[in-house]
């Protein structure tokens, strides 16, 4: 059983930064590729971000692609969102993943989720 834990969340202006943590518990997330997800008010949850377990891999929504970056630490056990230049249409509750095998950008095949961490992006 693997634990997230996402931080990191608050309310930041449009064009500011936030840099969110997932930190993983109980086994090491190094076997699993790692992603972002989030769920904006009165939307289904949508896909941002994922890593491929070296961290040699990676892949965005284009909504996010160029400001947004993913990253990982194995040996810390942690998963980094840093979010750039923030939108209000970035407000939303944001999810770490873990998943066996190849990144995705689909949920499904997702084995644990995080609680989530909310990010408020207003004037």
């Known amino acids: 059983q693997v634990q997230l834990v996402e931080s990191g969340g608050g309310l930041v202006h449009p064009g500011g930064s936030l840099r969110l943590s997932c930190a993983g518990s109980?086994?090491?997330?190094?076997?699993?590729?790692m992603g972002w997800f989030r769920r904006a008010p009165g939307k289904e949850r949508e896909f941002v971000a994922a890593?491929?377990?070296?961290?040699?891999?990676?892949t965005y929504a284009d909504s996010v692609k160029g400001r947004f970056t993913i990253s990982r630490d194995t040996a810390e056990n942690t998963v980094w969102l840093q979010m750039n230049n923030l939108k209000p249409e970035d407000t939303a509750v944001y999810y770490c993943a873990a998943r066996m095998g190849r990144i995705a950008t689909s949920s499904a095949g997702v084995a644990f989720w995080g609680k989530g961490t909310l990010v408020t992006v207003s004037p």
């Open positions: 109980g086994r090491t997330i190094r076997n699993y590729a």
């Open positions: 890593i491929s377990l070296n961290g040699g891999d990676t």
